[in-house]
């Protein structure tokens, strides 16, 4: 038996989420096309007869400013600590790059590093993927280079098997029925807040924090899950935009997300949603904290 912990590292809108969803089997991360959607380590737990591999979704690798931005940034570059390989994530439309922000983590890291060229299945001609290959392999002693597509699962197969040969031999860290380690409640908050991303555009989405104040199981007269989430935006502005005309839009993200929550639970959802303005949460220690975002010095 092999265990251990992979992170999946990487530049915003690079498909980390994508590819971290498709190696476990199950949507555990919120994906957008928008960059920056991941804030927090999120953890996917994949189980198979011979390994049990964890896998550490983290934000984007930026240089995002204010109180936030320098969280995401520590959570990313943080998750090169205790794990037992890094899968670097590189996104192949993109000709930009290596660059120090995304190499700095893997030279402090001692273990086995595979870089895994995503959306390759949007690179046209497929021999523009060479030259790609060149740089990133020049740039960094990766034990493997993979082209992979997370949309649509080319080569993954291949990637996973790389990541099982670099676990080491040990129990398995989690039950054989485990997906990932995070609250419940973290992952309702998510889902709403993806919900948020998908249908409000513009900068409003990343001034949105979802903190679930109660998620219960009522078992009369049928089983049922029971949310109440609260919404936070910054200004007054936003929180309009957000409820809507008649509170149309609000209706929307609570009727996607809680179909999205049924299909999680396995049961019927009772979803209740309000908004409150927490005027720069962003920048306020306190909320972010309050919000989950535990800040280091």
């Known amino acids: 038996m092999k265990a251990g912990f992979v992170s999946l590292i990487g530049r915003p809108n690079a498909g980390k989420s994508t590819l971290l969803n498709r190696l476990v089997g199950q949507k555990l991360a919120i994906v957008s096309p928008r960059p ?10 994949l189980n198979r007869p011979d390994a049990q591999i964890v896998f550490v979704d983290t934000p984007g690798l930026h240089a995002g400013g204010g109180r936030l931005g320098e969280f995401m940034l520590k959570t990313a570059q943080r998750a090169v600590e205790d794990v037992d390989a890094v899968c670097l994530v590189v996104d192949a439309t993109e000709r930009a790059g290596p660059d120090e922000l995304v190499l700095a983590p893997l030279r402090e890291y ?6 895994a060229l995503n959306k390759v299945d949007l690179v046209h001609p497929r021999s523009a993927l060479l030259p790609l290959l060149e740089r990133w392999g020049a740039a960094h002693p990766f034990a493997e280079l993979v082209p992979i597509s997370a949309a649509d699962g080319s080569n993954c197969d291949r990637l996973l098997d790389l990541l099982v040969k670099a676990m080491p031999e040990h129990p398995a860290f989690f039950p054989a029925d485990a997906t990932s380690d995070v609250p419940e409640t973290f992952w309702a908050a998510e889902v709403i807040r993806e919900q948020v991303f998908h249908f409000i555009r513009q900068e409003v989405p990343y001034a949105v924090a ?23 935006v910054e200004q007054d502005s936003q929180k309009g935009i957000l409820i809507g005309k008649g509170g149309a839009m609000l209706k929307r993200i609570g009727s996607e997300a809680r179909h999205q929550l049924e299909a999680f639970f396995g049961v019927k959802v009772f979803l209740e949603l309000h908004v409150q303005v927490r005027h720069n949460w962003r920048k306020d220690p306190r909320a972010l904290r309050e919000f989950g975002f535990r800040l280091t010095s």
Do not use: K, M
């Not at 001692?110 to 870089?115: E, F, P």
């Not at 979802?210 to 936070?232: G, K, S």
């Open 36 to 45: 920056q959607t991941t804030r927090n380590r999120i953890t996917g737990i």
């Open 110 to 115: 001692g273990g086995v590093t595979v870089c």
């Open 210 to 232: 979802v903190r679930v104040e109660e998620l219960t199981e009522r078992a009369e007269p049928t089983t049922t899950v029971y949310v109440r989430a609260t919404i936070f």
